[in-house]
């Protein structure tokens, strides 16, 4: 076909091709970076929100909602929390890393807040505080090929998996390894710290006054209500998805006339080639069909580098926050290669179409 | 096969109208070995566009077998010079990114045929032309007369029922001129497609059947 000749051209004009290429990959690189957070952030709240909900969460003041890990409040506010009028029921949990290995360590009595109410111990049973004892996730109890009564080395201790949740489809729960608090602390080095608080109020009614009491009485910790961090979450959402369009609209406008632009300087050197072609057989619709080829390749082939440059900026990024924040998610990807697509075809409607119209005798004059 | 009534031709460059051709009237049978002999600016190139439907008469009657060119639509006027016209240019116009094989392999390929078909058939051809060992070289490896020769074998891939040659051997040293000649009169001998050449040489021109001059857009014998 016309097209493979077309684009033997990139390789005689390689860093004009390259060059063409830079604005859509630098764009949708840019815009899938910033979708890959709103992105990221959706993923993670409603993973949270579906075990959380009902819940007030408490972190150390100041920490933004979603880098909890990062959180760390003092044990002794646990009881001041639990003397507000409403409060039915607190958790205080503890993350930690240990070899590599994330624990949740949560009292004894109230895995339940966190867990949800539904989410039980499927297989084993559950932990006795000072036993050194974990239950696990279906998820990573699969990944490690684990099963009740295997012994895992935490720090040279060696800690024996006494139960498996039932799976709950939530990815964060299915994976999780948890102990006792005290335990944590003691294993971290962490007696008297905690990272969250999650309370369960006593009615749904009283998740709001918490909240409120909480903000206006402490001055270490903040809380949040799941509906307030999902006002925050989908006002946050919203202001990137907005700068995501504002971003795409300026690349694509760039990008395509650059594209448009080589295309029409492209076309008119090879006037000569495209007039040998039609008067050699190719149609209109031939050469037409080859010249949007051109620019959507050029295209789609710049949004392509931009999208693998994205997956490597957003594990930057997530390591540099140490939380899966941003996400390059499937639809992102699909979303990236078809704006291109598009970019390409409407930047490459008006060169394709001076190309078609050429007159072979037109081309074959320019000797 | 080619028919022109009364053509005449009339381009506008910046306001300027140039006659090419002024009522030239001319029947060419299938089979006839033709050559158009004219100074430059006679209008013999525009002739022979005009009867390779590269290009439009202003007024007149052209036909190609029978069918009157002026009623056939673009995607038609495609077909005819893809199958039953084979064209070669004085500067040969291959595409150069392209190899002599894909080159010669183009016309096929732009008609819907695949590309092992067609690379095969475009080898056997470059073979008959004296090129069989050089099919994998771009048009820039390739001397005028190689090229030429690759232009040959891409005008007859399609089996076309005429080669129109406009001064094919205008860029070309004697010795690869008279070669080229020789081959389209072997063509002609061998196969009995009909071969118009255009060319000012009234030596190469004497060596077709018929001669077809052209003066200042008439024809004049």
């Known amino acids: 076909m016309m097209w493979e000749a077309m684009l033997r051209e990139f390789g005689r004009h390689k860093l004009r091709t390259v060059l063409t290429m830079l604005g859509v990959m630098i764009g949708i690189f840019l815009v899938t970076s910033v979708s890959s957070f709103s992105e990221g952030i959706t993923y993670f709240v409603n993973d949270q929100i579906a075990i959380t909900s009902g819940l007030v969460t408490v972190v150390e003041k100041g920490v933004f909602g979603f880098m909890i890990q990062q959180s760390e409040i003092d044990e002794d506010l646990v009881e001041e929390v639990e003397s507000i009028s409403g409060v039915e029921n607190v958790a205080a949990i503890l993350f930690e890393t240990v070899d590599g290995v994330s624990i949740t360590g949560t009292p004894p009595g109230t895995e339940n807040i966190i867990r949800g109410v539904t989410i039980e111990v499927g297989e084993g049973r559950d932990y006795e505080e000072g036993q050194k004892e974990l239950i696990i996730g279906t998820g990573y109890a699969e990944k490690n090929d684990y099963s009740v009564g295997d012994v895992i080395k935490l720090d040279e201790k060696e800690y024996e998996i006494v139960g498996i949740l039932e799976e709950t489809g939530d990815s964060g729960m299915d994976n999780s390894v948890n102990m006792p608090l005290k335990d944590l602390q003691e294993l971290t080095d962490n007696e008297g710290k905690i990272s969250i608080m999650m309370i369960q109020p006593s009615t749904p009614a009283d998740a709001d006054f918490i909240e409120q009491a909480i903000n206006d009485d402490f001055d270490d910790i903040q809380a949040a209500s799941d509906k307030s961090i999902m006002n925050s979450v989908s006002e946050m959402t919203s202001q990137l998805n907005l700068m995501t369009f504002a971003l795409g609209s300026i690349a694509a406008l760039i990008s395509g006339i650059v594209i448009m632009n080589v295309m029409i300087i492209s076309v008119r050197e090879r006037r000569r080639d495209i007039g040998t072609m039609k008067a050699i057989g190719a149609t209109n619709k031939q050469v037409l069909l080859a010249i949007l080829l051109e620019a959507v390749t050029i295209s789609v082939g710049g949004a392509i580098v931009g999208i693998i440059l994205s997956f490597g900026g957003t594990s930057y990024i997530n390591m540099i926050l140490m939380q899966p924040l941003a996400l390059v998610t499937p639809r992102l990807v699909i979303q990236g290669i078809l704006f291109a697509a598009f970019i390409g075809i409407v930047s490459g409607i008006l060169p394709a179409r001076q190309a078609a119209k050429l007159s072979p005798i037109e081309a074959l004059r320019y000797e | ?221």
Do not use: W
Request: net charge positive; with cysteine.
């Open chain 2, 1 to 221: 096969m080619f028919e022109l009534q009364d053509v005449c031709k009339v381009y506008e460059m910046k306001g300027v109208e140039t006659h090419a051709l002024r009522g030239a009237t001319l029947e060419i049978r299938k089979g006839e070995y033709v050559a158009i002999l004219g100074p430059s600016g006679s209008g013999k190139s525009t002739l022979m566009h005009i009867m390779g439907c590269l290009d439009t008469p202003t007024k007149g009657g052209v036909f190609v077998e029978g069918r009157k060119v002026s009623e056939m639509n673009d995607d038609e006027l495609a077909r005819i010079r893809r199958e039953k016209i084979g064209f070669v240019f004085q500067a040969y116009n291959l595409i150069p990114g392209l190899t002599a094989i894909e080159n010669v392999a183009l016309p096929l390929r732009l008609g819907g045929h695949g590309r092992g078909e067609s690379q095969r058939k475009a080898k056997e051809v470059l073979r008959k032309v004296g090129l069989g060992e050089r099919t994998t070289h771009k048009p820039n490896e390739l001397s005028g007369g190689e090229q030429q020769r690759v232009a040959i074998a891409r005008s007859l891939i399609n089996d076309p029922d005429a080669i129109l040659a406009d001064e094919p051997t205008g860029n070309l040293d004697t010795k690869s001129g008279k070669e080229i000649f020789e081959l389209l009169e072997n063509l002609h001998k061998k196969t009995g497609k009909t071969i118009i050449v255009v060319t000012h040489d009234i030596n190469l021109a004497k060596r077709a059947h018929r001669e077809i001059r052209i003066m200042d857009g008439k024809i004049v014998n």
